[in-house]
């Protein structure tokens, strides 16, 4: 035998020798071998060695490399299904139109190839892992199949050769058991390592795993063979306890067996010898479950506490858990585990090590393996109490709960699979005890009602399992399973399994009691109240909307009756478990009552769905009683928390409130409660209902005649908000059919109606405030088609609009005109407001529209809806309409708003009308009488004679008995009348009443007394309630306690004495009404007998107060006759109201109108006033004319010429001239810009790129252009002159823009200061220098002082002179000389500066410093000595280059559109060209190099004196001209006249000229040069001629082929670029354009410098536009085409000047003709800068780049970003791309845009703006089909380019304007 060294020796071909032996028949030895060789190399005492992980690779393959046999395997791969597998994150697909099983997704690869064009598809980032289901028809439709899975590739792959996979089946056995004896090593008890360390084991076996799953990957041949080993139970026994002789594996085991005990598990074999094991009590489970509720529970939880239990979990002891049995009558399900195969003891250390990724993801990868499923399904379900108890142990129970659905959510949404495992392994069973047992370990004792005797046990929601949410991967696998129907169903049938599971909704029924503070504010606010609102929903309403979408045909009534009697039996344990009799206890409120919800939801749906008799499912009226008490208290509470009765409880209370109506859970919460309560209503007593409502809202005291009243609970000014909810909520309860015969379409309609009317809303929005079935399985899944055939048929679609600087919308719904007519329903937003302002903001949008509309223009009151007509059973909801409680209420109202009583309101009527409304339109049908006889008298029958509405309306109530407090007005009265011995008139009733009239007693007063009305809410209810039980025939009447409104303890000081008045009152309802009609109108006789008769209901739909009390009479007089004739009776008497009171009411609500009236006309005015104020701020703010522009317009000749131009500071408001002392300055933004350098010639911008095929190159920018130039110089000519050859700042240059303000400069510091001082600074950092305009808020950073003097230079500088040429000329020279000689080489020094500094040139020395401060030290240093002066010289003309070509760039690039521009307003340009002079005037030029001499007169003379040692200076034609320019003007004395800018603009015009032809030159052929150079020689002797371009152009071509082979060197290129001939015309027009750039500059610089106004013109005239502006041609002809060389003037010989400058191009000796023939091709134009051209489509970008790796650290950004202007693809707050403690898009933005970046996030389609030191989220510029954002991709709807959007980002980055437009910025501290 070789030693085992040797066979280490020679893996490849040990490999290959074993597999030729092991495939022999008669292959013991090798065999022995093999094991040999593998107890050697998988020794797991050695640790793990990537050495072994070789050998495997090696034997696996049997002697082949390892990747090819890879690919061998796979080409035998015959696996249907996709089945990839991801972990978080990762970013997939989901198709609505293609899933069956609502937890579909496909990775993005079978996405991409599969046709989902149309469907309602979305991406998404996944949140726990999944897998993709291509190719499972059991969760998907096959038409989403991608194409490679819709081929059912199984069938023609071959089948596989049997000795391709010996070596595996015989090697990964013990590979696998290796891995389980690492995990059985590595794993410690948590107790006996504080800090054990899981992840160390999991780190040394991350190869094995790894190795693993590259197996699973390599398709399903090898699954298959993996599926056998892990399944296998043969091997598994013989490895896994091993053999005799191996100690390490025994001892292995028994590491097994103690881990598994210290899980509070047992294997069986040791449960069978220590007899039962942990409490094997069989109870049948219902029992079990019921007396859950019973007494046994508190008693169990004192015992328990003493003893630790058994999983160290402090659970409720051990009695309670015996009750927990199943069906099975197996105790087992907790706590037995038998591991029979590899597969099992896998999960088990999987489990046990907290789910690690890499074996989830290998677990699961081998899932597409059918067999594989199966198994791993059972022992998934086998483990899974197992997986609970972990999980509660769990310290990161987040991560495991991902990880845990990761798996679960793959098995249990098949439903052929999980319907197989719920009938072999009891799924249901396991599932239900799980959840049951897992709630249990957090019981506590129930406080509501009883708080002693209370022996009810709920949730503890402040204990970590609520609070984190860790029961959620437990009951969403429930809610998965449930959604198959053939489990659901055995749910269903199974009855124990439902007591068990009612047992566990009773645990949450009542939890998270609050207890109203009354003294003080509660100490903490505790927010637990999460944790119950998502328990509550998916714990409990979740399942139950699962269940009923399984009953909703016929034949699933049962199914309901078992349900709902179950609930009935739990409600009635809960009532006797927490002691519940007749009254709720006082200042208690709990939302949570799951058992109320499951009856009322199963009720509705029994009724709705499946053609149930409510009836029958309904208990008896006692029982109703109860049920209706808590929801009804809830309904109160919410009242009282409005009402601000809750204030001492915090905050937290108003939270409970929102989310009890918000629209994730209303539909679980209140609209089940609502239609409970209708229930109710509809089966009980109603005079009771309507008594219990008021007195639960406290305003049972409120309800008297009399103007006094004392209410023993309510504060006086809570009173009108209770009695408000009070009747609010008796409107919804009979007006609302969510549940009472609206079809499912109706309530989608009503619902979204009621969002939109409160805001216009965005899709999305709309979608996620529609509450929705919350079982996502119910098929009604948002988005479904009904849902935008519905929005379309109620709302219009507003495209989203962009005022440039103003907000983005997005796209927006809003209602159709009609919607707002007929559908408006003021009281299903106050159902769904979760805020109270929505309401009022519906209003305010209704009441626009009707005054659009013109249908009423006052302040309208809510319309009144006519409702869906009821379903049959519920037919006695309208009996609460018709029942004479409720008419004694409203009639006192009414007549307590018209005596003006305190704490009643519009509201109040509003509702009051309302309800008189409904119960005109609601009749009850039979109108027979009570069956029973009535047994004694009832006290309110004495106030009407039936229960009709409309019979009752016009009733007239004579006199009240009311108890009133001593000091009562009522009182007085009474003592003198008492005096005057006035004797009433009878009380009788209205004799005319149907003959039905009361007993008519005439008499004295004391009979009236007798006879007079009282009316005792409580003491009515009591003997209803007392009548009800009795009826019931229930003993209970015994224990009914009465507790009268005397157990109320009054509070201190005690009150008046309450005494008994009457009141006469002599008015029914009808009179009320049309009293209050009059009080409202302000008329005395408002309605006339004509009115009557002309009567129209229909005519009044929208309206206020007096339109709905005209809708009502009108309505009655229709619908009766009487009343009709009572109207007519009360009209007729129009005399005014005889008064109760003393004033008379009229009067008093006359001035109380008026009072309002004028009110709210005083507040019109001043709000006008202040309208009109803001608006004219605005104009002027707006308006930021630069302030010269205006001074050009005042200043005309009109004035005296030393008029100065004053200025206004924006501080202390004073207006006067700048002067040196005190200077006064703009408020200026200097910013540092690259757009001019991001140029390109070409007009279309360049594409991104989202292939590797395309590239963008940086090339051809502006920017990189310029740099060459000025290298290419530099290696050639003297630096001194480079530098003064060109501009730079075309990357970084400096920006100056303003808002038009100006302020003294002292002023300004002081503010400075000011801000510095305040800490509450917004987004700008003082220390920078940032502030914000004191008057516009715009954004700056500097002050640009203005000089002294008058305003723009008028009179002699403007008048144009008739000197010559020359003389100018000559003039222009002097000026240059004034500054003084210098001595040689061009150097240039500092004037003596012994001037003494004036304030104003120390401040402009200072914005020097700013300017330069501005931007980044490698954008000025161009020259060969960093700092010098001629650096300098060269930063400060190029900053007026860079703000005169901006301005340009801002105008369109021309000068087409005249003066008008919004660049022209922020422009600065004249006060910063007065800054720069005076800096510059600080260098001069040595008059011997100064450029004025070469272009003005011949040098030869010159050239003589050049040292050999020193470079030449650069060539005129080399220089760039508008340089010159600008050199000029500023270092000549200020103010210029403006005939020697003429004179400087010819003589440089000339020497563009020149450049333009010289380039023409070499562009053309050599046969056309020839040509040409022919031509012009013979033009050039006739008159004239150096006007003619000809002959320049000839002279130009003769001169420089003098120059050795200038012309030669471009011929091969521009023959190709040229093919096509030369004409006259192009030529001219190519001249044109060259010098074009050249004369915008200087026409633009005229306009600043001399205020010339520039005239607009069509494109073609531009040309000679400009000429004539700037003075070139004396008079400009329009008729004929202008000529380029008509303008030049020559103040010497054309042909010498031009001679000249070509020599010193030819004696560029040394320079290669290749670099002179570039210099001399400048072309001086480019396109508008422009961002990127973005895809139509954002999904193009997203696949691209989001999986792209980064080009510096080469792995996959976490968050990439693309710069939109040059296209880099940068990492956003990516550590690795770090520079100097500096991110990526932060260097990036300094790099290309000179600290101005605009970065797309790939991952979120916003785009950011980074600003210098500070950025801002500007937006999105893709929006989905709805036209909205979809920011951080949640929705992951497919995207489009918004052009607009685009568009105005672009403007934003060309006209510099973020700053202003973008509010919200932030600093980002380089971490970006």
């Given at each position: 035998?070789?030693?085992?060294?040797?066979?280490?020796?020679?893996?490849?071909?040990?490999?290959?020798?074993?597999?030729?032996?092991?495939?022999?028949?008669?292959?013991?030895?090798?065999?022995?071998?093999?094991?040999?060789?593998?107890?050697?190399?998988?020794?797991?005492?050695?640790?793990?060695?990537?050495?072994?992980?070789?050998?495997?690779?090696?034997?696996?393959?049997?002697?082949?490399?390892?990747?090819?046999?890879?690919?061998?395997?796979?080409?035998?791969?015959?696996?249907?299904?996709?089945?990839?597998?991801?972990?978080?994150?990762?970013?997939?697909?989901?198709?609505?139109?293609?899933?069956?099983?609502?937890?579909?997704?496909?990775?993005?690869?079978?996405?991409?190839?599969?046709?989902?064009?149309?469907?309602?598809?979305?991406?998404?980032?996944?949140?726990?892992?999944?897998?993709?289901?291509?190719?499972?028809?059991?969760?998907?439709?096959?038409?989403?199949?991608?194409?490679?899975?819709?081929?059912?590739?199984?069938?023609?792959?071959?089948?596989?050769?049997?000795?391709?996979?010996?070596?595996?089946?015989?090697?990964?056995?013990?590979?696998?058991?290796?891995?389980?004896?690492?995990?059985?090593?590595?794993?410690?008890?948590?107790?006996?390592?504080?800090?054990?360390?899981?992840?160390?084991?999991?780190?040394?076996?991350?190869?094995?795993?790894?190795?693993?799953?590259?197996?699973?990957?390599?398709?399903?041949?090898?699954?298959?063979?993996?599926?056998?080993?892990?399944?296998?139970?043969?091997?598994?026994?013989?490895?896994?306890?091993?053999?005799e002789e191996n100690v390490y594996a025994k001892r292995s085991y028994e590491k097994y067996l103690s881990a598994l005990k210290s899980s509070g598990l047992v294997s069986v074999e040791e449960k069978g010898a220590g007899g039962a094991g942990a409490g094997a009590?069989?109870?049948?489970?219902?029992?079990?479950?019921?007396?859950?509720?019973?007494?046994?529970?508190?008693?169990?939880?004192?015992?328990?506490?003493?003893?630790?239990?058994?999983?160290?979990?402090?659970?409720?002891?051990?009695?309670?858990?015996?009750?927990?049995?199943?069906?099975?009558?197996?105790?087992?399900?907790?706590?037995?585990?038998?591991?029979?195969?590899?597969?099992?003891?896998?999960?088990?250390?999987?489990?046990?090590?907290?789910?690690?990724?890499?074996?989830?993801?290998?677990?699961?990868?081998?899932?597409?393996?059918?067999?594989?499923?199966?198994?791993?399904?059972?022992?998934?379900?086998?483990?899974?109490?197992?997986?609970?108890?972990?999980?509660?142990?769990?310290?990161?129970?987040?991560?495991?709960?991902?990880?845990?659905?990761?798996?679960?959510?793959?098995?249990?949404?098949?439903?052929?699979?999980?319907?197989?495992?719920?009938?072999?392994?009891?799924?249901?069973?396991?599932?239900?005890?799980?959840?049951?047992?897992?709630?249990?370990?957090?019981?506590?004792?129930?406080?509501?009602?009883?708080?002693?005797?209370?022996?009810?046990?709920?949730?503890?929601?402040?204990?970590?399992?609520?609070?984190?949410?860790?029961?959620?991967?437990?009951?969403?696998?429930?809610?998965?399973?449930?959604?198959?129907?053939?489990?659901?169903?055995?749910?269903?049938?199974?009855?124990?399994?439902?007591?068990?599971?009612?047992?566990?909704?009773?645990?949450?029924?009542?939890?998270?009691?609050?207890?109203?503070?009354?003294?003080?504010?509660?100490?903490?606010?505790?927010?637990?109240?999460?944790?119950?609102?998502?328990?509550?929903?998916?714990?409990?309403?979740?399942?139950?909307?699962?269940?009923?979408?399984?009953?909703?045909?016929?034949?699933?009534?049962?199914?309901?009756?078992?349900?709902?009697?179950?609930?009935?039996?739990?409600?009635?344990?809960?009532?006797?478990?927490?002691?519940?009799?007749?009254?709720?206890?006082?200042?208690?409120?709990?939302?949570?009552?799951?058992?109320?919800?499951?009856?009322?939801?199963?009720?509705?749906?029994?009724?709705?769905?499946?053609?149930?008799?409510?009836?029958?499912?309904?208990?008896?009226?006692?029982?109703?009683?109860?049920?209706?008490?808590?929801?009804?208290?809830?309904?109160?509470?919410?009242?009282?928390?409005?009402?601000?009765?809750?204030?001492?409880?915090?905050?937290?209370?108003?939270?409970?409130?929102?989310?009890?109506?918000?629209?994730?859970?209303?539909?679980?919460?209140?609209?089940?409660?609502?239609?409970?309560?209708?229930?109710?209503?509809?089966?009980?007593?109603?005079?009771?209902?309507?008594?219990?409502?008021?007195?639960?809202?406290?305003?049972?005291?409120?309800?008297?005649?009399?103007?006094?009243?004392?209410?023993?609970?309510?504060?006086?000014?809570?009173?009108?908000?209770?009695?408000?909810?009070?009747?609010?909520?008796?409107?919804?309860?009979?007006?609302?059919?969510?549940?009472?015969?609206?079809?499912?379409?109706?309530?989608?309609?009503?619902?979204?109606?009621?969002?939109?009317?409160?805001?216009?809303?965005?899709?999305?929005?709309?979608?996620?405030?529609?509450?929705?079935?919350?079982?996502?399985?119910?098929?009604?899944?948002?988005?479904?088609?009904?849902?935008?055939?519905?929005?379309?048929?109620?709302?219009?679609?507003?495209?989203?609009?962009?005022?440039?600087?103003?907000?983005?919308?997005?796209?927006?719904?809003?209602?159709?005109?009609?919607?707002?007519?007929?559908?408006?329903?003021?009281?299903?937003?106050?159902?769904?407001?979760?805020?109270?302002?929505?309401?009022?903001?519906?209003?305010?949008?209704?009441?626009?529209?009707?005054?659009?509309?013109?249908?009423?223009?006052?302040?309208?009151?809510?319309?009144?809806k006519e409702r869906t007509p009821l379903h049959p059973c519920y037919r006695g909801l309208v009996r609460l309409l018709h029942c004479k409680t409720l008419h004694i209420v409203i009639f006192t109202l009414l007549y307590k708003i018209w005596m003006d009583h305190q704490n009643m309101s519009e509201h109040v009527l509003c509702m009051v009308l309302y309800l008189i409304e409904l119960g005109m339109d609601n009749q009850v049908q039979e109108?027979?009488?009570?069956?029973?006889?009535?047994?004694?008298?009832?006290?309110?029958?004495?106030?009407?004679?039936?229960?009709?509405?409309?019979?009752?309306?016009?009733?007239?109530?004579?006199?009240?008995?009311?108890?009133?407090?001593?000091?009562?007005?009522?009182?007085?009265?009474?003592?003198?009348?008492?005096?005057?011995?006035?004797?009433?008139?009878?009380?009788?009733?209205?004799?005319?009443?149907?003959?039905?009239?009361?007993?008519?007693?005439?008499?004295?007063?004391?009979?009236?007394?007798?006879?007079?009305?009282?009316?005792?809410?409580?003491?009515?209810?009591?003997?209803?309630?007392?009548?009800?039980?009795?009826?019931?025939?229930?003993?209970?009447?015994?224990?009914?306690?009465?507790?009268?409104?005397?157990?109320?303890?009054?509070?201190?000081?005690?009150?008046?004495?309450?005494?008994?008045?009457?009141?006469?009152?002599?008015?029914?309802?009808?009179?009320?009404?049309?009293?209050?009609?009059?009080?409202?109108?302000?008329?005395?006789?408002?309605?006339?007998?004509?009115?009557?008769?002309?009567?129209?209901?229909?005519?009044?739909?929208?309206?206020?107060?007096?339109?709905?009390?005209?809708?009502?009479?009108?309505?009655?007089?229709?619908?009766?006759?009487?009343?009709?004739?009572?109207?007519?009776?009360?009209?007729?008497?129009?005399?005014?109201?005889?008064?109760?009171?003393?004033?008379?009411?009229?009067?008093?609500?006359?001035?109380?109108?008026?009072?309002?009236?004028?009110?709210?006309?005083?507040?019109?005015?001043?709000?006008?006033?202040?309208?009109?104020?803001?608006?004219?701020?605005?104009?002027?703010?707006?308006?930021?004319?630069?302030?010269?522009?205006?001074?050009?317009?005042?200043?005309?000749?009109?004035?005296?010429?030393?008029?100065?131009?004053?200025?206004?500071?924006?501080?202390?408001?004073?207006?006067?001239?700048?002067?040196?002392?005190?200077?006064?300055?703009?408020?200026?933004?200097?910013?540092?810009?690259?757009?001019?350098?991001?140029?390109?010639?070409?007009?279309?911008?360049?594409?991104?790129?989202?292939?590797?095929?395309?590239?963008?190159?940086?090339?051809?920018?502006?920017?990189?252009?310029?740099?060459?130039?000025?290298?290419?110089?530099?290696?050639?000519?003297?630096?001194?002159?480079?530098?003064?050859?060109?501009?730079?700042?075309?990357?970084?240059?400096?920006?100056?823009?303003?808002?038009?303000?100006?302020?003294?400069?002292?002023?300004?510091?002081?503010?400075?200061?000011?801000?510095?001082?305040?800490?509450?600074?917004?987004?700008?950092?003082?220390?920078?220098?940032?502030?914000?305009?004191?008057?516009?808020?715009?954004?700056?950073?500097?002050?640009?002082?203005?000089?002294?003097?008058?305003?723009?230079?008028?009179?002699?500088?403007?008048?144009?002179?008739?000197?010559?040429?020359?003389?100018?000329?000559?003039?222009?020279?002097?000026?240059?000389?004034?500054?003084?000689?210098?001595?040689?080489?061009?150097?240039?020094?500092?004037?003596?500066?012994?001037?003494?500094?004036?304030?104003?040139?120390?401040?402009?020395?200072?914005?020097?410093?700013?300017?330069?401060?501005?931007?980044?030290?490698?954008?000025?240093?161009?020259?060969?000595?960093?700092?010098?002066?001629?650096?300098?010289?060269?930063?400060?003309?190029?900053?007026?280059?860079?703000?005169?070509?901006?301005?340009?760039?801002?105008?369109?690039?021309?000068?087409?559109?005249?003066?008008?521009?919004?660049?022209?307003?922020?422009?600065?340009?004249?006060?910063?060209?007065?800054?720069?002079?005076?800096?510059?005037?600080?260098?001069?030029?040595?008059?011997?190099?100064?450029?004025?001499?070469?272009?003005?007169?011949?040098?030869?003379?010159?050239?003589?004196?050049?040292?050999?040692?020193?470079?030449?200076?650069?060539?005129?034609?080399?220089?760039?001209?508008?340089?010159?320019?600008?050199?000029?003007?500023?270092?000549?004395?200020?103010?210029?006249?403006?005939?020697?800018?003429?004179?400087?603009?010819?003589?440089?015009?000339?020497?563009?000229?020149?450049?333009?032809?010289?380039?023409?030159?070499?562009?053309?052929?050599?046969?056309?040069?020839?040509?040409?150079?022919?031509?012009?020689?013979?033009?050039?002797?006739?008159?004239?001629?150096?006007?003619?371009?000809?002959?320049?152009?000839?002279?130009?071509?003769?001169?420089?082929?003098?120059?050795?082979?200038?012309?030669?060197?471009?011929?091969?290129?521009?023959?190709?670029?040229?093919?096509?001939?030369?004409?006259?015309?192009?030529?001219?027009?190519?001249?044109?354009?060259?010098?074009?750039?050249?004369?915008?500059?200087?026409?633009?610089?005229?306009?600043?410098?001399?205020?010339?106004?520039?005239?607009?013109?069509?494109?073609?005239?531009?040309?000679?536009?400009?000429?004539?502006?700037?003075?070139?041609?004396?008079?400009?002809?329009?008729?004929?085409?202008?000529?380029?060389?008509?303008?030049?003037?020559?103040?010497?010989?054309?042909?010498?000047?031009?001679?000249?400058?070509?020599?010193?191009?030819?004696?560029?000796?040394?320079?290669?003709?290749?670099?002179?023939?570039?210099?001399?091709?400048?072309?001086?134009?480019?396109?508008?800068?422009?961002?990127?051209?973005?895809?139509?489509?954002?999904?193009?970008?997203?696949?691209?780049?989001?999986?792209?790796?980064?080009?510096?650290?080469?792995?996959?950004?976490?968050?990439?970003?693309?710069?939109?202007?040059?296209?880099?693809?940068?990492?956003?707050?990516?550590?690795?791309?770090?520079?100097?403690?500096?991110?990526?898009?932060?260097?990036?933005?300094?790099?290309?845009?000179?600290?101005?970046?605009?970065?797309?996030?790939?991952?979120?389609?916003?785009?950011?703006?980074?600003?210098?030191?500070?950025?801002?989220?500007?937006?999105?510029?893709?929006?989905?089909?709805?036209?909205?954002?979809?920011?951080?991709?949640?929705?992951?709807?497919?995207?489009?380019?918004?052009?607009?959007?685009?568009?105005?980002?672009?403007?934003?980055?060309?006209?510099?304007?973020?700053?202003?437009?973008?509010?919200?910025?932030?600093?980002?501290?380089?971490?970006?």
């Open positions: 035998m070789m030693a085992a060294s040797q066979l280490r020796r020679d893996k490849k071909s040990t490999a290959a020798h074993l597999k030729a032996d092991l495939k022999r028949t008669d292959n013991s030895s090798a065999l022995r071998q093999l094991q040999e060789l593998l107890d050697s190399v998988l020794n797991p005492e050695r640790g793990s060695d990537p050495e072994a992980l070789e050998w495997c690779k090696w034997l696996l393959a049997g002697g082949d490399g390892f990747d090819d046999f890879c690919r061998t395997v796979r080409s035998y791969d015959n696996a249907t299904l996709c089945g990839l597998v991801w972990t978080a994150n990762f970013v997939a697909y989901r198709c609505r139109t293609c899933g069956i099983s609502p937890c579909m997704s496909l990775c993005a690869e079978c996405f991409n190839n599969g046709d989902h064009t149309g469907h309602d598809f979305n991406m998404f980032r996944s949140q726990a892992g999944g897998a993709c289901d291509c190719g499972d028809g059991n969760v998907m439709r096959e038409s989403g199949f991608c194409r490679r899975h819709r081929l059912k590739t199984g069938e023609n792959v071959p089948s596989v050769p049997r000795d391709l996979l010996l070596m595996s089946e015989m090697v990964l056995p013990r590979f696998i058991i290796t891995i389980i004896q690492y995990l059985r090593d590595g794993y410690t008890e948590p107790e006996s390592a504080a800090d054990r360390d899981l992840q160390k084991v999991l780190q040394q076996l991350e190869s094995h795993i790894s190795l693993l799953e590259e197996l699973t990957k390599m398709g399903g041949a090898m699954r298959t063979v993996l599926t056998k080993i892990l399944t296998n139970q043969q091997t598994f026994k013989e490895l896994s306890m091993g053999q009590t069989d109870t049948a489970a219902g029992a079990g479950a019921l007396s859950l509720l019973g007494a046994t529970a508190a008693a169990s939880l004192e015992d328990s506490s003493k003893e630790e239990d058994q999983d160290g979990l402090q659970g409720v002891g051990q009695r309670k858990r015996v009750k927990l049995s199943s069906t099975t009558k197996d105790p087992s399900i907790m706590d037995t585990l038998k591991h029979k195969c590899f597969l099992e003891e896998l999960l088990f250390w999987t489990i046990k090590y907290e789910f690690p990724q890499k074996m989830v993801t290998f677990l699961l990868n081998m899932l597409p393996d059918q067999d594989y499923k199966i198994t791993f399904t059972k022992t998934f379900v086998q483990h899974y109490a197992f997986i609970m108890k972990t999980l509660m142990k769990s310290h990161e129970s987040d991560t495991m709960s991902n990880r845990i659905v990761h798996i679960s959510v793959q098995l249990f949404s098949n439903e052929e699979l999980a319907r197989h495992v719920t009938e072999e392994c009891q799924l249901l069973d396991i599932m239900v005890t799980v959840l049951l047992y897992m709630m249990e370990s957090c019981l506590i004792k129930s406080e509501l009602q009883d708080e002693e005797n209370n022996r009810h046990v709920v949730v503890n929601c402040g204990e970590a399992l609520l609070k984190n949410n860790t029961y959620w991967p437990l009951v969403s696998d429930f809610i998965n399973i449930l959604s198959h129907q053939s489990v659901a169903k055995r749910f269903l049938d199974d009855h124990s399994l439902l007591l068990l599971w009612m047992s566990f909704v009773s645990f949450f029924q009542g939890m998270n009691l609050n207890k109203r503070e009354l003294n003080e504010h509660v100490e903490f606010e505790s927010q637990t109240y999460y944790a119950a609102f998502a328990a509550e929903l998916e714990a409990c309403a979740q399942p139950m909307w699962g269940l009923l979408t399984h009953c909703k045909v016929k034949d699933t009534q049962e199914y309901t009756k078992t349900l709902v009697r179950y609930c009935l039996e739990t409600l009635q344990m809960w009532f006797d478990a927490i002691g519940f009799v007749d009254e709720p206890a006082p200042n208690q409120l709990t939302f949570h009552l799951p058992l109320h919800r499951y009856y009322a939801m199963f009720l509705s749906k029994g009724v709705k769905c499946q053609g149930l008799d409510l009836d029958s499912l309904l208990p008896d009226q006692e029982m109703l009683m109860k049920i209706m008490v808590h929801p009804l208290q809830i309904q109160a509470s919410l009242s009282e928390i409005h009402s601000n009765m809750w204030v001492r409880n915090g905050l937290q209370i108003k939270g409970q409130a929102m989310t009890y109506v918000q629209s994730h859970f209303c539909n679980s919460m209140i609209d089940p409660d609502i239609y409970l309560l209708q229930v109710c209503a509809s089966r009980l007593d109603p005079d009771y209902f309507i008594s219990s409502v008021f007195e639960r809202f406290k305003v049972v005291d409120l309800l008297t005649m009399a103007s006094q009243h004392q209410n023993a609970v309510l504060d006086s000014e809570q009173e009108r908000p209770m009695l408000e909810g009070a009747l609010t909520f008796l409107v919804i309860l009979c007006s609302l059919r969510i549940h009472l015969g609206m079809s499912d379409d109706e309530i989608l309609r009503a619902e979204m109606v009621s969002q939109l009317c409160m805001n216009d809303r965005t899709h999305s929005s709309l979608l996620d405030l529609i509450p929705e079935n919350p079982n996502p399985k119910s098929g009604v899944v948002p988005g479904s088609c009904s849902f935008e055939e519905m929005l379309s048929a109620v709302a219009d679609f507003k495209a989203p609009v962009f005022e440039p600087g103003g907000s983005m919308q997005q796209g927006m719904y809003t209602p159709k005109a009609e919607v707002w007519e007929k559908e408006f329903d003021p009281i299903m937003v106050i159902l769904r407001t979760v805020y109270r302002r929505d309401v009022q903001s519906a209003m305010d949008r209704y009441g626009a529209f009707l005054k659009q509309s013109g249908v009423h223009t006052g302040n309208p009151w809510p319309p009144y109108d027979k009488l009570e069956e029973e006889p009535c047994i004694e008298e009832h006290c309110h029958d004495s106030w009407f004679p039936g229960t009709n509405l409309l019979s009752n309306l016009h009733h007239v109530i004579n006199f009240v008995r009311v108890r009133v407090p001593e000091t009562a007005p009522e009182v007085e009265r009474k003592r003198e009348r008492e005096r005057d011995r006035e004797t009433p008139a009878s009380t009788s009733a209205d004799s005319s009443s149907f003959g039905q009239s009361s007993r008519r007693l005439t008499g004295n007063w004391r009979e009236n007394l007798r006879e007079a009305q009282v009316f005792s809410l409580v003491a009515e209810r009591r003997r209803k309630f007392q009548e009800i039980i009795n009826r019931s025939n229930h003993e209970a009447s015994q224990a009914v306690r009465p507790k009268s409104s005397s157990s109320r303890c009054l509070p201190p000081g005690s009150p008046p004495q309450l005494v008994t008045e009457i009141l006469e009152i002599r008015e029914s309802m009808l009179s009320l009404l049309v009293k209050l009609h009059q009080k409202l109108s302000a008329k005395q006789n408002s309605l006339s007998l004509s009115w009557l008769a002309e009567v129209d209901p229909g005519r009044h739909e929208h309206g206020d107060g007096i339109t709905a009390i005209e809708r009502i009479l009108a309505k009655a007089a229709s619908r009766s006759r009487h009343s009709k004739r009572c109207l007519q009776e009360i009209c007729g008497k129009v005399c005014p109201p005889i008064p109760p009171k003393m004033t008379s009411p009229g009067d008093k609500s006359m001035n109380k109108e008026e009072r309002r009236q004028r009110a709210r006309e005083r507040q019109q005015k001043l709000l006008a006033e202040f309208a009109s104020r803001q608006k004219s701020f605005m104009e002027t703010a707006m308006d930021v004319e630069s302030p010269e522009a205006d001074a050009v317009m005042d200043v005309g000749s009109a004035e005296p010429l030393d008029s100065e131009i004053l200025y206004d500071c924006v501080i202390c408001g004073q207006s006067g001239p700048s002067t040196e002392d005190r200077p006064t300055g703009l408020v200026v933004l200097l910013q540092a810009s690259s757009v001019l350098g991001h140029r390109c010639r070409s007009d279309t911008p360049k594409r991104l790129p989202t292939t590797d095929e395309e590239h963008i190159y940086p090339e051809d920018t502006c920017g990189a252009t310029h740099d060459v130039r000025l290298t290419l110089m530099q290696r050639y000519f003297k630096d001194s002159s480079c530098l003064q050859s060109v501009s730079i700042g075309w990357d970084g240059g400096v920006y100056v823009q303003t808002c038009g303000h100006t302020l003294h400069i002292d002023c300004h510091k002081s503010y400075m200061e000011s801000l510095r001082n305040d800490q509450v600074l917004q987004g700008f950092s003082v220390d920078k220098g940032e502030f914000t305009c004191p008057l516009c808020r715009q954004f700056a950073n500097s002050v640009l002082p203005c000089r002294p003097g008058r305003g723009t230079e008028t009179g002699a500088w403007h008048t144009a002179s008739n000197k010559s040429m020359s003389t100018l000329v000559k003039e222009v020279e002097d000026l240059q000389e004034q500054l003084g000689i210098f001595p040689v080489s061009g150097s240039i020094r500092h004037r003596d500066l012994t001037l003494a500094e004036s304030n104003l040139s120390k401040e402009m020395e200072s914005v020097i410093k700013d300017i330069k401060n501005t931007t980044q030290k490698k954008y000025m240093d161009y020259g060969k000595n960093p700092g010098s002066p001629d650096n300098d010289f060269l930063f400060m003309y190029s900053v007026a280059r860079t703000n005169l070509e901006l301005e340009l760039v801002h105008r369109g690039g021309n000068l087409c559109s005249g003066g008008a521009s919004a660049a022209a307003k922020r422009s600065c340009l004249n006060q910063l060209f007065h800054v720069l002079a005076m800096h510059m005037r600080l260098y001069s030029i040595d008059s011997a190099y100064n450029p004025w001499n070469r272009l003005t007169q011949s040098t030869h003379s010159r050239e003589t004196e050049y040292c050999d040692e020193e470079r030449p200076e650069v060539p005129m034609l080399f220089r760039d001209v508008p340089s010159l320019l600008i050199i000029f003007i500023l270092t000549m004395p200020q103010p210029l006249r403006k005939e020697h800018f003429t004179c400087v603009v010819k003589v440089l015009y000339s020497l563009q000229y020149t450049q333009a032809l010289a380039a023409l030159s070499i562009r053309i052929s050599r046969e056309e040069r020839h040509a040409w150079c022919n031509t012009g020689a013979a033009k050039k002797n006739t008159p004239n001629s150096d006007k003619s371009w000809e002959s320049l152009l000839g002279h130009v071509i003769s001169e420089l082929t003098k120059a050795k082979d200038l012309y030669d060197t471009n011929s091969e290129e521009t023959s190709v670029l040229n093919s096509s001939v030369w004409s006259p015309q192009s030529i001219e027009s190519t001249l044109q354009q060259f010098c074009l750039p050249f004369l915008r500059l200087s026409c633009l610089l005229q306009h600043h410098l001399y205020g010339d106004s520039l005239p607009s013109c069509p494109m073609e005239e531009e040309f000679s536009l400009l000429i004539g502006c700037l003075g070139l041609v004396g008079s400009v002809k329009s008729s004929a085409p202008m000529s380029s060389a008509a303008c030049l003037e020559w103040n010497f010989n054309a042909y010498d000047l031009i001679a000249q400058w070509c020599s010193e191009v030819i004696a560029l000796s040394d320079t290669p003709t290749q670099q002179s023939a570039s210099l001399l091709v400048q072309d001086p134009r480019w396109a508008a800068p422009r961002l990127l051209q973005l895809p139509d489509n954002y999904n193009t970008i997203f696949q691209y780049y989001h999986r792209k790796s980064c080009t510096s650290c080469g792995k996959t950004p976490k968050d990439p970003a693309l710069c939109l202007v040059c296209g880099a693809f940068v990492c956003l707050k990516g550590h690795c791309c770090k520079q100097q403690g500096i991110c990526e898009c932060v260097l990036h933005s300094q790099h290309c845009g000179a600290a101005t970046g605009i970065f797309l996030l790939i991952n979120a389609s916003v785009i950011i703006i980074i600003r210098g030191h500070r950025f801002c989220l500007w937006g999105s510029v893709y929006l989905d089909a709805h036209g909205e954002e979809d920011r951080d991709l949640r929705r992951g709807k497919p995207l489009y380019l918004c052009e607009e959007r685009y568009r105005v980002l672009e403007q934003q980055w060309v006209s510099h304007t973020f700053d202003h437009i973008n509010k919200r910025w932030g600093p980002h501290y380089n971490g970006l």
